[in-house]
């Protein structure tokens, strides 16, 4: 049973194996094995173990108390059963969720085709009504952060979440394409061809990186610019001055590339939304 137990089995993402011991084998076998049951109780739960290590007087108590191994205190027991458990539970969390995806209706749509063809549909719909949306399809470039959380809020509200959105893409074409929810408004108004979001800032610092003569250090803080703006999307003077407040803020990036932090930041804009895209 442990022989069969220990082998790996990297297609199923085999982390942890159950053994039981009823008629404790285990004992007999001490003297010849030097593996030890890691959970005696499989029933206890997290909330428990989590306590052990969180309690100040358990903790110091399970600090000073020999664990099940030589240099093992119970403290290191508890963490290990911990660490166990959490690795289960996130796997059964990821197995519901792809038989979510698996059965996803898309709203009132069984196929991800019909969801994305009404999305399109609410996009046209919509323009007129919304302001925001059109600066989306028309001019993002000039998109604020607040007029992104308002697009944001108003598909959401319809049902229309990037999450959505990219699941249906992934279950339509068989590629998973991590574009923002601008690429998504864009894709459905203009046609505009699907683009990872990490890969349309990479095309964009390519451009900001030949276009100037940068130093070591003022790459080091542009390169610092660009991760901000794969999870941001949008990147503003304010954006900086907060986001880099404790290295001094838009001022102190101002100054180390040399007063050409506004230039920086339209170029960005300009190169990841090009003219003759919109």
């Known amino acids: 049973m442990v022989g069969r137990a220990t082998r790996r089995c990297d297609d199923i993402g085999k982390t942890v194996f159950r053994i039981y011991d009823p008629v404790d084998i285990y004992a007999a076998l001490q003297d010849v094995s030097t593996m030890k049951p890691l959970v005696k109780n499989p029933d206890i739960t997290l909330e428990q173990l989590a306590e052990e290590l969180t309690d100040p007087q358990k903790l110091e108590a399970a600090l000073h108390s020999p664990g099940e191994q030589q240099g093992e205190t119970q403290a290191d027991v508890v963490l290990s059963q911990l660490s166990q458990k959490l690795v289960r539970v996130l796997r059964k969390a990821n197995k519901k969720a792809e038989n979510r995806e698996r059965n996803q209706t898309y709203g009132t749509h069984k196929r991800p085709e019909d969801y994305l063809d009404e999305f399109s549909r609410f996009i046209s719909e919509q323009l007129n009504q919304s302001a925001a949306l059109s600066v989306v399809v028309n001019k993002p470039r000039d998109?604020?952060?607040?007029?992104?959380?308002?697009?944001?809020?108003?598909?959401?509200?319809h049902g229309y979440s990037e999450a959505h959105l990219q699941s249906a893409v992934r279950k339509q074409t068989n590629k998973d394409i991590a574009a923002s929810i601008i690429g998504h408004i864009r894709r459905a108004a203009l046609g505009e061809a699907l683009i990872p979001f990490e890969q349309r800032v990479a095309t964009a610092m390519g451009n900001i990186y030949t276009r100037h003569s940068w130093t070591p250090a003022q790459r080091k803080?542009?390169?610092?610019?660009?991760?901000?703006?794969v999870h941001e999307v949008i990147i503003d003077r304010d954006f900086v001055n907060n986001r880099f407040a404790e290295d001094g803020g838009a001022k102190r990036m101002e100054k180390v590339l040399g007063d050409q932090l506004d230039v920086v930041l339209e170029e960005l804009n300009d190169a990841m939304w090009p003219l003759q895209s919109a």
């Open 143 to 157: 998109l604020t952060r607040q007029q992104l959380r308002e697009v944001k809020l108003l598909l959401d509200n």
């Open 221 to 229: 803080w542009l390169d610092r610019l660009a991760k901000q703006l």
